[in-house]
């Protein structure tokens, strides 16, 4: 019989409301079930319950998950039984990608997630040269990949050494927690600048990189003709998941559905141009994303993104506009309103 263990975190949740931030104790039980208790009123928020859809590798500080709609970020370990085990299991490696190695991104992520890596954030930018990994083959617009697992670091030297020189990092703790404050911190440089002419946004939902499936949708997406100009994940807010889902709102019953499961984690947005024909790139994406209902794209489209990845009507992997003045919006909305 094994025996039940908990979980405590500190993690804020802000109250549009009340235009404040409230702090939360969230226990996680090995048996899948949350409770929630209110620090400055001193009472539980939310009752023992079962909650299947945030796992514990979701918990490590810096993340945010959602739960009924409310977005949490983890600020701290509650306690030092849940730090120990964190501090083994989460242990963070950055990989630095080459400017001229970018087209082997796709490739990578498959291995970092086949390799049991977190791939917590993604961002494309100028590397700064005081970085540790900086070489001088990192000038212009590199990857930058924040990773997490047990014994991360080791794992990820050794996929570098094996990548043909497409990627560094860091080799010691002290210096990887140093490149992660410069590349993801509050002082991050600035994402790669959009284009926002002949291309279309691909979005990639939090579903999908929980599943660790971003590395082969983006190997499907290169490989069917698309060059990705820029690249990023985000943690959509509610307000932000609502405005960006608006159109759909009264027209599809799924909305409400889609702007939670949005707003659910991290995911993934780049901007993209189909190389045989850049003013055809929103058609392009269109179909092979594929039919939003998984059923019908596996029925009719067996080789697209969504007949593939997907879950379900919502869970379908991806986000792609159809209406070819609303692609250089959507990469703009997301890469110069959000970024």
């Known amino acids: 019989m094994s025996i039940e263990q908990r979980y405590t975190f500190f993690a804020q949740y802000y109250d549009p409301s009340?235009?404040?931030?409230?702090?939360?104790?969230?226990?996680?039980?090995?048996?899948?079930?949350?409770?929630?208790?209110?620090?400055?009123?001193?009472?539980?928020?939310?009752?023992?319950?079962?909650?299947?859809?945030?796992?514990?590798?979701?918990?490590?500080?810096?993340?945010?998950?959602?739960?009924?709609?409310?977005?949490?970020?983890?600020?701290?370990?509650g306690d030092r039984f849940t730090a120990e085990r964190?501090?083994?299991?989460?242990?963070?490696?950055?990989?630095?990608?080459?400017?001229?190695?970018?087209?082997?991104?796709?490739?990578?992520?498959?291995?970092?997630?086949?390799?049991?890596?977190?791939?917590a954030e993604v961002r494309m930018c100028e590397i700064p040269p005081q970085c540790p990994g900086y070489t001088q083959q990192h000038a212009g617009f590199a990857v930058a990949i924040l990773l997490k697992a047990a014994a991360a670091i080791s794992t990820v030297s050794q996929i570098a050494a094996a990548s043909g020189g497409a990627f560094t990092a860091p080799e010691s703790h002290e210096e990887a927690g140093m490149a992660a404050a410069m590349l993801f911190g509050e002082r991050?440089?600035?994402?790669?600048?959009?284009?926002?002419?002949?291309?279309?946004?691909?979005?990639?939902?939090?579903?999908?990189?929980?599943?660790?499936?971003?590395?082969?949708?983006?190997?499907?997406?290169?490989?069917?003709?698309?060059?990705?100009?820029?690249?990023?994940t985000f943690t959509v807010s509610l307000p932000n998941a609502e405005e960006f889902l608006e159109v759909y709102k009264g027209v599809i019953p799924e909305y409400r559905e889609y702007v939670d499961e949005l707003s659910s984690g991290v995911c993934f947005a780049a901007e993209v141009t189909y190389s045989p024909a850049p003013h055809e790139s929103v058609r392009a994406l269109r179909e092979l994303a594929g039919a939003p209902d998984p059923e019908v794209?596996?029925?009719?489209?067996?080789?697209?993104?969504?007949?593939?990845?997907?879950?379900?009507?919502?869970?379908?992997?991806?986000?792609?506009?159809d209406l070819p003045e609303d692609g250089p919006l959507e990469v703009e909305y997301f890469f110069s309103t959000l970024a």
Request: charged share 20%; hydrophobic share 45%.
């Open 18 to 77: 009340a235009a404040l931030v409230r702090v939360y104790q969230l226990v996680y039980y090995t048996d899948n079930a949350i409770e929630i208790f209110d620090m400055k009123n001193r009472r539980t928020f939310l009752k023992r319950m079962k909650f299947t859809e945030i796992a514990l590798r979701d918990l490590f500080v810096g993340n945010t998950v959602t739960i009924h709609s409310r977005q949490f970020k983890v600020t701290e370990y």
């Open 188 to 232: 991050k440089p600035p994402l790669t600048a959009p284009v926002c002419q002949d291309s279309t946004l691909l979005l990639v939902r939090p579903h999908a990189l929980k599943a660790g499936m971003l590395g082969d949708v983006l190997d499907l997406v290169t490989k069917s003709g698309f060059v990705i100009r820029t690249m990023s």
């Open 297 to 321: 794209a596996r029925l009719l489209q067996k080789q697209s993104i969504r007949a593939l990845f997907s879950q379900s009507k919502v869970k379908n992997c991806v986000h792609c506009t």
């Open 86 to 119: 964190f501090a083994e299991s989460s242990e963070t490696a950055v990989a630095l990608v080459l400017p001229a190695a970018i087209g082997a991104v796709p490739q990578l992520l498959k291995t970092f997630a086949h390799s049991g890596l977190i791939i």
